[in-house]
């Protein structure tokens, strides 16, 4: 089930429970599309996410901490001098559109009490989030400005009236009372019955209606209106089933049971649960897929570009096999000097390198002495030599680059912004990328902080997410008797648990985390390594992340992202 007006009617029933007469007291913008209001309900704080995102725009509750720009947008501002203090009125939904408002009640500068309504518009990329004055029904500002060169229907620019979307003029599927009136409605010679009903009734996503003709069987029409009856009644009833279902292709969530689509069911408490399990990480990678392309374009070109010097390299060595055979010519053409003379092409020898001693040919230059030719063949032999060395070296160097960006493509699978910005750095650190220099001095000595997690027995366990995230936990943040935890001979992050004496759980579960945030996330029966930290170490002139230790125990484990979303909880 997609967020339709089905979810949206789901979640607002959870949010009139949960927040109504609660009071704002913060309100965030960690992203441009997204707000975090913490309000304070029934005795308890709660976490509202808001987000307009083009592809993951949603409205819930959730128990994850956002990380917030240094300095707040304009219209993180404008919410908190319009928001911040407010109670919750009411919180309802719009018909049965994909519309959310919450209108709350405040004080303005000089003390006379004002109401405001926020309408959350969750509309794919059309998503918007409108902070309107009631009486005047004017907009304050929004998270996107719409001028009316972009849409004819309606300008979203402070100052102007709120106008709602476009009416669909679909029929309120709650309405429908008996099987006549269902009937109808459908165009039965037509066909497509799942996308009729999309098409005809509010609120309804492909996922819904395609369980209705799922349960229907045959397609007859008392057996669609019956099913149809069936789900409404569910929903009308609110009796939710907030679940998701998992398998190879895809992720769905649903609110009610999906007879039609296979894999393993997940169920949870709450609606907000739900999707806060399911958008875990979404619209992050999302965004940074699109903020960070160049990084990700520069790292594939690099690890390419070394993979084909490294072959390269390989090639030359193998023709260096020939190095002994000049070598050997050379002895031979001294050997029997007296045979040859200035301006023969080749002379014919016994080889008695070899046990049989055949005749073999050998190659010379006309316009060389005999001495001369086989001091020719010495220093070909000679140079050779040299070179194996120098490309043995060459390789060696070659595959350690060729790891560490290796290393630095899995990091980017699961970075975050500010875990991308430090990839940057490090490369420009390196020589890699032009070093950018950061105007704000005390953001660019900022200690990199690797992202924490807790196991269920309450232990710290930290994670580093990119190469200088690694260093500073194993070298600077950890203790010498704290176990590190780390893929055995995988690219992946350094793990460290903040214990002398961890639980075996604790041990089990920050080596799940390490095999997630490694190259074998998508694998099974992962082998971690696990050590004290006191035998680990960096070589000297080591690439930022590598280090070799010993002393080490192995265990097998299978990365879950259900036990990762907990463990981060």
């Not at 979404?282 to 072959?311: F, P, T």
């Not at 953001?443 to 269920?456: D, I, L």
């Not at 992050?493 to 639980?503: E, Q």
Request: hydrophobic share 35%; aromatic share 8%.
């Amino acid at each position: 089930m997609s967020f339709d007006g089905i979810m949206t009617r789901a979640i607002t029933v959870e949010l009139q429970n949960t927040l109504t007469s609660g009071r704002i007291s913060k309100v965030y913008q960690p992203h441009k599309t997204d707000l975090v209001f913490t309000i304070r309900a029934n005795g308890k704080n709660h976490k509202l996410l808001l987000s307009a995102n083009p592809s993951f725009a949603r409205v819930h509750l959730t128990e994850h901490s956002y990380e917030n720009p240094d300095t707040p947008p304009m219209f993180c501002m404008l919410l908190r001098k319009h928001l911040e203090g407010a109670f919750i009125e009411k919180i309802e939904q719009l018909d049965l559109e994909r519309i959310i408002t919450i209108t709350v009640k405040n004080r303005d500068e000089i003390g006379d009490e004002t109401t405001k309504v926020l309408y959350i518009e969750i509309m794919g990329r059309h998503s918007n989030i409108i902070l309107v004055d009631e009486k005047s029904e004017k907009i304050i500002d929004s998270i996107k400005h719409i001028p009316s060169f972009q849409n004819r229907h309606r300008t979203i620019l402070p100052g102007f009236r709120y106008v709602m979307p476009p009416a669909q003029e679909k029929t309120d599927p709650f309405t429908i009372t008996n099987m006549d009136e269902f009937i109808s409605k459908i165009s039965w010679n037509e066909g497509k019955l799942d996308k009729q009903l999309v098409a005809g009734f509010s609120g309804f996503s492909p996922l819904l209606a395609k369980e209705i003709v799922h349960r229907a069987g045959l397609s007859v029409k008392e057996d669609v209106a019956s099913a149809f009856f069936g789900v409404m009644k569910q929903l009308s009833d609110q009796n939710y089933e907030p679940h998701m279902i998992v398998n190879e292709k895809k992720e769905y969530f649903s609110v009610i049971p999906l007879g039609h689509v296979t894999g393993e069911i997940r169920h949870f408490d709450t609606v907000s649960k739900m999707l806060d399990r399911f958008f875990y990480g979404k619209a992050d990678r999302d965004r940074i897929k699109q903020q960070a392309n160049d990084l990700e374009k520069y790292l594939s070109n690099e690890y390419d570009k070394i993979s084909k010097k490294i072959g390269k390299l390989e090639k030359e060595l193998q023709q260096t096999v020939n190095a002994e055979e000049y070598q050997r010519k050379g002895e031979l053409l001294t050997a029997y000097m007296y045979l040859a003379k200035k301006g023969d092409k080749e002379v014919e020898v016994e080889d008695y390198f070899s046990e049989d001693q055949p005749l073999v040919k050998i190659t010379l230059d006309p316009l060389k002495s005999p001495s001369d030719n086989a001091q020719s063949y010495f220093k070909k032999y000679a140079k050779l030599k040299k070179s194996v060395s120098i490309i043995k070296d060459q390789i060696e160097k070659a595959k350690n680059e060729l790891l560490y960006f290796e290393r630095l493509i899995v990091q980017m699978d699961s970075a975050s912004m500010k875990d991308v910005e430090e990839i940057r750095e490090e490369l420009g650190e390196g020589g890699y990328l032009k070093h950018r220099q950061s105007k704000n001095k005390k953001k660019q000595n900022k200690a990199p902080m690797p992202e924490k997690f807790v196991s269920t027995d309450g232990t710290e366990i930290l994670v580093g997410k990119n190469n200088k995230q690694n260093d500073y936990l194993t070298f600077k943040l950890s203790r010498a008797n704290e176990t590190w935890l780390h893929t055995k001979d995988i690219p992946g992050s350094h793990v460290l648990i903040r214990s002398s004496s961890p639980s075996e759980s604790a041990i089990k579960e920050a080596a799940v985390l390490a095999g997630f945030f490694s190259k074998a996330k998508n694998s099974s029966s992962v082998p971690v390594d696990f050590t004290l930290v006191k035998h680990v170490k960096k070589p000297n002139g080591a690439k930022p992340g590598f280090v070799i230790y010993d002393n080490q125990q192995t265990l097998f484990v299978t990365p879950d992202e259900d036990l990762v979303f907990r463990l981060k909880k």
